[in-house]
């Protein structure tokens, strides 16, 4: 069963760094385009970033310039460097997959993880 699960979340200090994980495992995932979203309390999930299957990136303006995504296709991972944190950036980050890069900018995604929760002090 293909399964995607994140790792890399935690507590930081506004103005730090993070970096987030997700391995895929179940399947060949290199000819998925993969992202990540968020969900704060009281808030609607909300895109984060993309990485299509060719490598191209697309990035929420929130995040444009603070945050990285990346994958490695020969580890079935893909990663987002968060740097620049801010208190509002505090949620719980999920990592999404699906074959449609549309429906993965979109939602729903066809394979999400659990989540990684991400706290950021002020």
């Known amino acids: 069963q293909a399964q995607l699960v994140e790792s890399g979340g935690g507590l930081v200090q506004a103005g730090g760094s993070l970096r987030l994980s997700c391995a895929a495992s179940g399947r060949t995932f290199s000819s998925y385009h993969m992202g990540w979203y968020r969900q704060a309390p009281g808030k609607q999930r909300e895109f984060v970033a993309a990485i299509s299957s060719y490598g191209i990136t697309n990035y929420a303006d929130a995040v444009k310039g603070r945050f990285t995504i990346s994958r490695d296709n020969a580890k079935n991972t893909v990663n987002l460097q968060m740097n620049s944190l801010k208190p509002e950036d505090t949620a719980v980050y999920y990592c999404?997959?699906?074959?449609?890069?549309?429906?993965?900018?979109?939602?729903?995604?066809?394979?999400w993880g659990q989540g990684t929760q991400v706290t950021v002090s002020s």
């Open positions: 999404a997959a699906d074959l449609s890069l549309r429906t993965l900018r979109n939602g729903p995604a066809q394979y």
